[in-house]
């Protein structure tokens, strides 16, 4: 991801999206480590969609509750990128900086988001089951969970693709097929999500491939020109368990414009009208991953920020719900 985001800009988003926050405080107490496996001391604060003229929601969606997670400076639940759900009503998360993170969605009795519980961390290993230790080892921005159930994570700077085996007995990783293009050193495979017996990857500057284990295929070539900042660039995806796939886009134009958008995937790579846009003077900040599920008649869409370990920015996940 490009870091190019400017404090000006951060503070006024944060104090636009504060002016409808309640604070619903849930300490975590830890408990011994298992299964390697760490417990991380936080809590949340509700979110809302902030001051009207941010947020739109096409027909048919509504927001279904959101929170902040607030922990300590030096805590690893920090620069989340990328966001999966467990089937279990659990949630998975990556940081990029080599971090994997696991918690449950607490819901209340209408199904809104209220906290998350449960909390904890792992750091990935290199191949050789070391832990990573360096930022350019561990900048890892996209997060898959397999049909057969392995863990994929996919890492920019040295751009790759791993494969941690199942969510319960996590390995040493594993190289898998990645997409055979030039990715630029900060603008690698975003978009990461389950693609019938392969995967599915989207770059941040464009262009999106299905892979199998033995190749990856160009689904929409990415464009002679990089796309800007100030495109819509995706920065997440997951499986439309309708169909097709869901992708959070992110937009940035100076001074203060920070923009997020969730839009359907087409199976040719097509994006469908946009479902959920987030702007100033609402709440918004730098959406990077989505999750989506069945919930009765209605897909439940889960949205995560990613905080750059700034303190002006957030880790906040939103919920939807769309038909």
């Known amino acids: 991801m490009n870091r190019r985001v400017y404090v000006a800009a951060l503070a006024a988003l944060t104090?636009?999206?504060?002016?409808?926050?309640?604070?619903?405080?849930?300490?975590?107490?830890?408990?011994?480590?298992?299964?390697?496996?760490?417990?991380?001391?936080?809590?949340?604060?509700?979110v809302g969609l902030g001051w009207p003229g941010g947020a739109v929601l096409a027909r048919g969606v509504r927001y279904a509750g959101g929170v902040s997670l607030q922990a300590d400076a030096g805590s690893p639940l920090h620069s989340l990128s990328d966001l999966k759900l467990t089937g279990d009503g659990g949630f998975i998360s990556v940081s990029d900086v080599g971090d994997l993170a696991r918690g449950t969605l607490a819901l209340d009795g209408r199904g809104r988001l209220i906290g998350l519980e449960g909390l904890s961390v792992r750091r990935l290993s290199l191949t050789d089951g070391t832990p990573i230790s360096r930022k350019a080892e561990g900048d890892a921005e996209g997060l898959a969970i397999t049909t057969g159930g392995d863990l994929l994570v996919s890492f920019e700077r040295d751009h790759r693709i791993w494969n941690y085996g199942p969510l319960t007995?996590?390995?040493?990783?594993?190289?898998?097929?990645?997409?055979?293009?030039?990715?630029?050193?900060?603008?690698?495979m975003e978009g990461l999500a389950a693609s019938g017996d392969g995967w599915r990857v989207s770059g941040e500057a464009g262009g999106t491939w299905d892979c199998s284990p033995a190749r990856c295929a160009v689904v929409t070539a990415a464009p002679e020109t990089p796309l800007a900042e100030s495109d819509y660039r995706i920065t997440g995806m997951d499986r439309d368990p309708a169909g097709g796939w869901f992708v959070?886009?992110?937009?940035?134009?100076?001074?203060?414009?920070?923009?997020?958008?969730?839009?359907?995937?087409?199976?040719?790579?097509?994006?469908?009208?946009?479902l959920v846009e987030l702007k100033?003077?609402?709440?918004?900040?730098?959406f990077e991953g989505i999750a989506a599920e069945r919930r009765g008649d209605r897909t439940r869409l889960y949205i995560l920020s990613d905080d750059n370990f700034n303190a002006v920015q957030r880790t906040m996940m939103l919920a939807f719900d769309v038909n």
């Open 169 to 188: 007995a996590l390995r040493a990783p594993r190289a898998v097929s990645r997409p055979d293009f030039p990715f630029a050193e900060n603008d690698g």
């Open 15 to 46: 104090l636009a999206a504060c002016a409808s926050a309640v604070v619903t405080s849930r300490p975590w107490t830890p408990t011994v480590e298992i299964d390697g496996w760490t417990p991380a001391e936080a809590s949340t604060r509700a």
């Open 280 to 286: 100033l003077p609402g709440t918004t900040d730098n």
């Open 248 to 274: 959070v886009q992110r937009s940035y134009r100076v001074p203060v414009d920070v923009r997020a958008r969730v839009r359907r995937m087409a199976q040719d790579g097509t994006l469908g009208p946009v």
